[in-house]
């Protein structure tokens, strides 16, 4: 984030890399753009900012969330429409803290990527291609902390990326089940890869070691609550589950009496 309050993102977009500024003015979002991939951004900045959601269709059950959406009213679930982007990210975090997979993204991304385009901040680079992540020596990948497993699924989602990216065109379940194909990519990973690409709305992250405690606690009192606990208590919000699960991690209070603030991915399954 700038000094102003402005957010900079960068992606490799279908076109080339891009970097994406983004302000607020007068309530407004504004962007500005450099890049091959600047004008793509750009084109899709109100589907990022979540214009295609819509946050009026949400209807609180429990004190607990609408206290939580009274504090943060319009939350909506903004979609990049990138899925190689999502995915890498989602499988570095598996079985792992979210420090230890955010140190491998930069550490991976800086090495083999390129720098960010246009007067970025300094440190900003657009992910490798697939074809550089498919190069990357097997001894870069241990450097970063990432164990055979993970990368071994990036090698084979970077393989079919072409095919992945047109998931991005199909609805949320078809296209976790077109990523699940992927050996390595499983329900946990899909769901948090459509939760960012696709913006899906509905799209629960089973198998993480903290998020049915969360959500067990906050919505039941139930601190050892497991998927199938979670996934019950949040039927009550069938085709708006995540935005629940937004509004709870974000609002609600944890086990341990305080804000929720253990992150969603440290230590998960596939």
Sequence with gaps: MGADGSVWRVSRTPVGGGTL???????????????????WLLDRLPEMLGALDDPAAFEPRHRLVALARHRRPGLRLGRTGLVL?????????????????????????????????????AGMFVMPEPRTWALIPSWEWHRAGVDDKRAS??????????????AVGMDAGAARARLEVVPGVG?????????????????????DLHLPGIVGFALAGDRDADDSVMLSLLE?????RQRAV???WRGGRGPGGRGARMRVGDIARL
Excluded: C, N
Aim: hydrophobic share 35%; net charge neutral.
């Design 246 to 248: 937004r509004l709870i």
């Design 187 to 207: 329900p946990w990973t899909s769901a948090e890869t459509v939760q960012r690409s696709h913006g899906a709305v509905d799209a629960v992250t089973v198998g």
């Design 153 to 166: 699924t990036v090698l084979r989602a970077v393989r079919v990326a072409g095919r992945l990216e047109e």
């Design 21 to 39: 500024r983004v302000g607020m003015r007068g309530g407004v979002g504004e962007g500005e753009a450099w890049g091959p991939g600047g004008e």
């Design 236 to 240: 009550p919000y069938a085709g708006q």
């Design 85 to 121: 982007e999502s995915l890498i990210p989602s499988v570095l975090e598996q079985k792992v803290t979210t420090d230890e997979a955010y140190r491998a993204w930069r550490l991976l991304v800086r090495k083999f990527g390129e720098p960010a385009p246009g007067p970025a901040p």
